[in-house]
């Protein structure tokens, strides 16, 4: 009994544009670093959404941080769960 190669065809062809297109990505992603004043920066922050204007520049500064303990079951294995996000909207006349 033969089996019918269309379908799998078409999934294997949407599965591999999938992956050519991610190839694709990941080239033109440049390599980062890291910066340890904005760690810093970032775990010095507190729980919760914050924001910021500051009267002397045309600044605006938002801060927002999300940190639970998943864990399965009561006693079970956990897993820390840290967001930061650090964001900064200026404004000038040029």
């Known amino acids: 009994m033969a089996l019918p190669i269309a379908p799998f065809a078409g999934v294997a062809l949407r599965y591999g ?3 050519l297109a991610a190839y694709a990505l990941s080239r033109q992603v440049a ?3 890291t910066d340890q004043r904005a760690e ?3 775990d010095a922050l ?3 959404m914050t924001a910021h204007r500051p009267h002397d520049r045309d600044q605006m500064n938002g ?4 940190r639970r303990v998943v864990r399965l079951g009561t ?9 930061t996000l650090l964001g900064r909207v ?3 006349r040029v």
Do not use: Y
């Open 17 to 19: 544009a999938v992956a």
């Open 31 to 33: 390599r980062g670093r």
């Open 40 to 42: 810093d920066a970032m």
């Open 46 to 48: 507190p729980d919760g």
């Open 63 to 66: 801060t927002l941080r999300f």
């Open 75 to 83: 006693t079970g294995p956990g897993i820390e769960i840290d967001a």
């Open 90 to 92: 200026r404004f000038r």
